[in-house]
Each structure stands twice: as structure tokens, then as C-alpha cells.
């Protein structure tokens, strides 16, 4: 919507244009109306999922003028956005600003289709080179020292957990082997879930002291349990990180439901336990740590 508001006064007269439900706002306005009056916008992986919205919105399109800013956007996303999956990554990103309009213009689901197409055919085409990243027989809390720092499943960490879940669920669907799921969601709980991986249980608790901090890490802890296979006795995720998930679980208060499925996680590989994995917090909200 346009409004136009006018202020007289006997020493000036000042004009303002008022834009509302602009995505982007006032930097998205300024490159449209820069490629309006012919000015080279030059699109890049950080702005076009602004500009696809802001033509979309503007009604940039092929219909009102030929090469249009639509059609740009599109021809880059096509050409340099989708075939990339680090690409694709970072311009799933950007569209956590743009959430209701990016779902509109259907930019979202394009890029995780994208993400998952891209992974599904290193799967099939790369092997142990790129995707095969096997654990360790040992117990291991971290999967840095286990796969390439350019990995694209580390990349995934840097999405809210919406876009995040998202993904993941459309990667388990394209059946992408579990135990690259598996590494995915370890690495985004070591980056999203404060003190996880904190061996001192008292500075866990502390971690957890902020109420809005601790319902967000329920909320992620719930959303990573849900999402890790908790039936298979033969797992690829390691022994000690459903035993840091638990840990966090408690702490965070998460449902007893969440929790009882991590437990039986635990139960399945029991054998493969250190006595540091089993020493659980029998009551975090209290002043003393008893492990059970």
C-alpha cells in the first residue's frame, strides 16, 4: 500500500511515500528502484532472495516489461543458486527474514528441494569421498575431527530451526542414509544446544538458568530427539551423544515422552558405555547433583 502524507508548514513542504508490507524494506526498495531507472543491480547469492521477493511483491514481472527483475532472479537462482548446495544453503539462510513472503513466492521449498537433490546425487555419484564420513568404533562426542571442515551437512547449522527441520525431513524422505542424518543433526545440536557438551553437570544447570533459554534449547533438544532414529539397535550415533542429549533433556524439562526415548537410545547400547555417559542428573533443579 502507498500512502502519501503531506506537511505544510510556511517554511517547507515535505512529502513522504509510506510502503507497507514491504519485504526487505527500505534496502530491498532502493535495488528495485535503482533497476528501474536502469541502474546495473548486480544479483548475488546474498540478495536475490530479497530481490525474488521484492519483484514478486512489486510485480516485477515478465508481464509488465520483458527481462525483468523476476526473470533475472530466477535465470541466477537456476544458474548459480540450485545446482550449488552450499549455494542454496546460504540463500535458505537469507530467506529467515523473508519467511512469509519467501513461503509465498515458494523460494523455500525450491531451495530445500534443491538441497536435497543435490545431496541425493553426491550420494549416488561420490561414495566414500564425499558423503561416506563412517564413525569411529570408539565413542565420540564431536564430528569436526570426523569429516572435512567444507562439508555441506556443517553448513546446515547456520538455519533456524524451522528451515532446519524442514530439510531434514525432506532428506530422510529422498532417503539420504541415516548415518549422514545421523552426523547432521549431532552437528547442529553441538552448535545450537549451549552447554551439551559441557562435562561438568553444574555448569550445565547454569547454562540452562535464563527461562527463554531454556525453552528454547526444550524446544531444540525435542526437535533433535524427534528426528534421531530411536528404535535401531545398531546405531551410528554415538553412545555419548544421547547420553549429552539426555543430560540436556533433564535440564531443559523437556517431556517425559522426549525423554524416555532418548533412555531407550541409551538402553540399546548399553554395552558401548563409559562410566562418564551414564552419570545422569537425578535432580537438576535442585542443589545437589545426585548421578543415578
Known amino acids: 500500500m502507498l500512502m502519501l502524507e503531506k506537511n505544510d508548514t510556511k517554511v517547507t513542504k515535505?512529502?513522504?511515500?509510506?510502503?507497507?508490507?514491504?519485504?526487505?524494506?527500505?534496502?530491498?526498495?532502493?535495488?528495485?528502484?535503482?533497476?528501474?531507472?536502469?541502474?546495473?543491480?548486480?544479483?548475488?547469492?546474498?540478495?536475490?532472495?530479497?530481490?525474488?521477493?521484492?519483484?514478486?511483491?512489486?510485480?516485477?514481472?515478465?508481464?509488465?516489461?520483458?527481462?525483468?527483475?523476476?526473470?533475472?532472479?530466477?535465470?541466477?537462482l537456476k544458474d548459480a543458486v540450485f545446482s550449488n548446495i552450499s549455494n542454496s544453503i546460504f540463500v535458505l539462510h537469507r530467506c529467515e527474514t523473508l519467511l512469509l513472503v519467501s513461503e509465498e513466492v515458494n523460494i523455500v521449498s525450491h531451495l530445500t528441494n534443491a538441497i536435497t537433490n543435490n545431496a541425493c546425487k553426491e550420494q549416488l555419484t561420490s561414495g566414500l569421498s564425499k558423503l561416506e564420513y563412517n564413525f569411529p568404533p570408539k565413542p565420540i562426542q564431536c564430528?569436526?575431527?570426523?569429516?572435512?571442515?567444507?562439508?555441506?551437512?556443517?553448513s546446515l547449522a547456520v538455519l533456524n530451526l524451522?528451515?532446519?527441520?524442514?530439510?531434514?525431513?525432506?532428506?530422510?524422505?529422498?532417503?539420504?542414509?541415516?548415518?549422514?542424518?545421523?552426523?547432521?543433526?549431532?552437528?547442529?545440536?553441538?552448535?545450537?544446544?549451549?552447554?551439551?557438551?559441557?562435562?561438568?553437570?553444574?555448569?550445565?544447570?547454569?547454562?540452562?538458568?535464563?527461562?527463554?533459554?531454556?525453552?528454547?534449547?526444550?524446544?531444540?533438544?525435542?526437535?533433535?530427539?524427534?528426528?534421531?532414529?530411536?528404535?535401531?539397535?545398531?546405531?551410528?550415533?554415538?553412545?555419548?551423544?544421547?547420553?549429552?542429549?539426555l543430560k540436556s533433556a533433564i535440564?531443559?524439562?523437556?517431556?517425559?515422552?522426549?525423554?524416555?526415548?532418548l533412555e531407550r537410545c541409551i538402553g540399546l547400547q548399553l554395552d558401548q558405555a563409559i562410566l562418564e555417559d551414564i552419570l545422569i542428573p537425578a535432580n537438576p533443579h535442585g542443589n545437589n547433583h545426585s548421578p543415578v
Open 14 to 76: 515535505v512529502s513522504r511515500i509510506y510502503l507497507t508490507g514491504l519485504p526487505g524494506g527500505s534496502d530491498a526498495f532502493k535495488l528495485a528502484a535503482m533497476f528501474c531507472y536502469g541502474v546495473n543491480v548486480e544479483i548475488t547469492i546474498s540478495n536475490v532472495a530479497l530481490l525474488i521477493c521484492e519483484a514478486r511483491f512489486m510485480k516485477m514481472i515478465e508481464d509488465i516489461s520483458e527481462k525483468n527483475l523476476e526473470i533475472r532472479t530466477e535465470v541466477f
Open 143 to 154: 564430528v569436526d575431527s570426523e569429516t572435512p571442515s567444507n562439508w555441506w551437512g556443517k
Open 162 to 245: 524451522d528451515l532446519f527441520q524442514k530439510v531434514l525431513l525432506v532428506l530422510k524422505i529422498k532417503d539420504i542414509k541415516q548415518d549422514i542424518i545421523n552426523r547432521i543433526l549431532i552437528n547442529y545440536a553441538q552448535n545450537s544446544l549451549q552447554g551439551l557438551f559441557i562435562k561438568d553437570l553444574q555448569l550445565v544447570k547454569e547454562s540452562f538458568l535464563d527461562f527463554d533459554l531454556q525453552k528454547r534449547q526444550r524446544v531444540i533438544v525435542k526437535t533433535i530427539a524427534s528426528l534421531l532414529p530411536t528404535q535401531a539397535r545398531k546405531s551410528t550415533v554415538p553412545m555419548g551423544f544421547f547420553s549429552s542429549l
Open 251 to 261: 535440564v531443559a524439562s523437556t517431556s517425559t515422552s522426549c525423554r524416555s526415548d
